[in-house]
């Protein structure tokens, strides 16, 4: 996994963050040997975190799992302490609840970039030579590349940065929220903001009508030379790889890895979490359930191996 992570646009404060926790009304506890002089970049994912961040963490983790971190604030459980007692944390009874009305807040007072750390020029550029139909709507906070079409009733969201010659047909919508919700101990249902953007690389092109949801914490991306058929949905922190051909209609779910060079029939569906290796063909009609190893074929509902399928061009 890479280093990504939510910039704050100027460092938090363990000040500042103590009285956003207070405004929020959540009783909660410092770990010992919390400096109080300790400031904060951004916000990381708890499975993959950050140096100088804050994420948080609600159930048994490897232990393993922030070894290397420096200065890295974890909202957490009282019941896990021995899981932290080599990094800052703040005791909660539900950090999620905490962690997700904290990012609320941050979002509403636009505290956070619309960029990831991934994205390397964090401002957004429009590029002279892309094309932008008049009937596009472009948000602030989007960049889009020399040579690149952006056709009518296209919405580019915040936080959308498209790569040089790409094509996005007419409807499709880059960057919208997807649907995260949780259910506090008190029985509130909270909307897991997405901070993350939209990441797509060179030459892909997008059919019409195409979703492709914003990331959570990390971004949702599709790398160089891919193709995206019409009424297709991407959920949000899916990571696409090079090569990727994917026919019309294809569902994939949250959080899903395509690896370089599979090929994708019509109408297939993915559930969330799953890993697709490189050079995969999967039937038309097809539901994946549960992870494919590379340079296979499979085929059904649920898929299953087969001998030999071809979906698509060579790419």
Sequence with gaps: MSNEYILFFKPLSLETLQNNIRSIGIEFTLSKNLDISTSFIGISDGRYPQDNTICFVDREIESSTFDLCKNILVLTKQKLHDNFLNTFAIYINDP????????????????????????????????????????????????????????????????????????????????????????????DTLRFPHLAGVE??????????????????????????????????????????????????????????????????????????????????????????????SDISIFGNPAKKIRSLSTGPNR
């Design 200 to 293: 797509i690389g060179n030459n892909v092109e997008l059919g019409s009508g195409v979703v492709v949801v914003r990331g959570t914490l990390l971004n949702t991306s599709i790398a160089n030379d891919t193709v995206i058929g019409n009424l297709s949905n991407i959920g949000h922190g899916v990571k696409i790889s090079k090569k990727v051909w994917m026919s019309v209609g294809t569902l994939v779910g949250g959080n899903c890895n395509i690896l370089d060079g599979t090929t994708i029939g019509l109408g297939v569906n993915i559930r969330d979490n799953l890993t697709i290796g490189k050079n995969v063909s999967i039937g038309m009609g097809s539901v994946v359930t549960k992870n494919i190893p």
């Design 96 to 187: 999620r609840e905490l962690f997700i009305k904290l990012l609320n807040l941050y979002d509403k007072n636009k505290l956070c970039s619309p960029f990831t750390s991934k994205i390397k020029n964090q401002k957004p550029t429009i590029n002279k030579d892309a094309y932008i139909d008049k009937n596009a709507i472009i948000e602030d906070g989007v960049s889009v590349g020399g040579g690149s079409v952006i056709s009518a009733g296209v919405v580019l969201k915040r936080g959308s940065v498209i790569g040089e010659n790409c094509i996005i047909r007419e409807n499709c919508t880059i960057g919208c929220n997807g649907i995260a919700l949780y259910k506090t101990s008190n029985g």
